[in-house]
């Protein structure tokens, strides 16, 4: 897993300099938005169960998805559902506090697309998903850091799609 720090410093260790500007630049936005990010991080926490609960509300609930035939119905197919955007909204706040989106590759994004499809996950369906935490986590924390935490939202979407 990587950071916006040791992002900044590989890249110039790569190429044996010291920071320079634009990198300096990077560390500098990093620093200034982390009592934001913290911030955020301590709000999402608090509140992951009633944002993902809105989203499938928003997103999900009372579609073919959920009636016999879909891929939620069942309660052990709709609490899996739930886990997994659990699992994102997660993610996507550990790379926001982090300013880095390797660890949904590592941790999140390797082999999912696979799998989703060998068990008939619709992935269209869980981006629609992804997309309401989006805003209801906006909502929730406002606009700078709503704006941070969908950057890693659609970073998950996009890797799935
Ligand atoms: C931390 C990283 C991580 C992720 C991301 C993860 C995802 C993940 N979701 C799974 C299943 C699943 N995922 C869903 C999700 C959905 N079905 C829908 O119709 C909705 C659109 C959607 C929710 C938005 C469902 C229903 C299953 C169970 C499918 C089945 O077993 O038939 C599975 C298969 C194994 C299992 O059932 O646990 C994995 C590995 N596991 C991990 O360890």
Known sequence: MQDAITAVINSSDVQG???DSSAIEKLKGYFSTGELRV???T???ANAAAIVKEAVAKSLLYSDIT???GNMYTTRRYAACIRDLDYYLRYAT???LAGDPSILDERVLNGLKE??????VP?????????AI???TASLVGPDAGKEMGVYLDYISSGLS
Do not use: C, D, H, W
């Open 17 to 19: 300099k010291y920071l």
């Open 39 to 41: 911030r955020a991080a």
């Open 43 to 45: 709000t999402i926490s």
């Open 67 to 69: 009636r016999p035939g």
């Open 94 to 96: 550990y790379a926001m």
């Open 115 to 120: 799998t989703y499809n060998s068990l008939g």
């Open 123 to 131: 992935i269209g369906a869980t981006v629609q998903a992804i997309q």
């Open 134 to 136: 989006k805003e209801v």
